[in-house]
T-cell receptor, first 115, second 109 residues
Framework: IAGITQAPTSQILAAGRRMTLRCTQD?????MYWYRQDLGLGLRLIHY???????GKGEVPDGYSVSRANTDDFPLTLASAVPSQTSVYFC??????????????FGPGTRLTVL | GQNIDQPTEMTATEGAIVQINCTYQ??????LFWYQQHAGEAPTFLSY??LDGLEEKGRFSSFLSRSKGYSYLLLKELQMKDSASYLC??????????WGAGTKLIIKP
């Protein structure tokens, strides 16, 4: 693989169910991010990780959790899904050490519908 | 608060030039990014500005004025494949990106 992969591509989920969105990158980037994108709104940061073993809360962290056991993987878990979590979820990565631009590169996204 | 403003939608003609504006107010500033996002796809990086002035990359150019909190993305010789949303994002003092809602660009033949 090259870049960032996300799984599943799309999912329909019953409210109250637990769901983990997967994200894997093979660029050895230190930093990873989870965003949600809703119509009419900009991308909003849910959680981030600056390096393996550390995580931080973004703008909209409630209802979501993450872990960063290694450099490559950054799963996002919805413990008990609610309809307001219906959205498109993007994972991204960056490596500030590569230069001063800290450009973020995005995975293809997961379209999640919570009914 | 932090805020990024850009027009919701713009229409332009194939072969023409279009300028997409972005104004920002953020807590600290560590650069401004432009991304392109085709419908149903991921955002892809277009440009980065941290110093005032114009950065040119082929048909695309990006301009920044830090004193005015203003940037624009200039697209020349428009092609139908340029129909997409263009996202403006600023990196704040915590090195987090604050995103605008995006400008949907419609290209007509």
């Amino acid at each position: 693989i090259a870049g960032i992969t996300q799984a599943p591509t799309s999912q329909i989920l019953a409210a109250g169910r637990r769901m983990t969105l997967r994200c894997t990158q093979d660029m050895r980037h230190n930093a990873m991010y989870w965003y949600r994108q809703d119509l009419g709104l900009g991308l909003r940061l849910i959680h981030y990780s600056n390096t393996a073993g550390t995580t931080g809360k973004g703008e909209v962290p409630d209802g979501y959790s993450v872990s960063r056991a290694n450099t490559d993987d950054f799963p996002l878990t919805l413990a008990s899904a609610v309809p307001s979590q219906t959205s498109v979820y993007f994972c991204a990565s960056s490596d500030p050490g590569l230069g001063d631009t800290d450009t973020q590169y995005f995975g293809p996204g997961t379209r999640l519908t919570v009914l | 608060g932090q805020n990024i403003d850009q027009p919701t939608e713009m229409t332009a003609t194939e072969g023409a030039i279009v300028q997409i504006n972005c104004t920002y107010q953020t807590s600290g500033f560590n650069g401004l990014f432009w991304y392109q996002q085709h419908a149903g796809e991921a955002p892809t990086f277009l440009s980065y500005n941290v110093l005032d002035g114009l950065e040119e990359k082929g048909r695309f150019s990006s301009f920044l004025s830090r004193s005015k909190g203003y940037s624009y993305l200039l697209l020349k010789e428009l092609q139908m494949k340029d129909s997409a949303s263009y996202l403006c994002a600023c990196m704040d003092s915590n090195y987090q990106l604050i995103w605008g809602a995006g400008t949907k660009l419609i290209i007509k033949p």
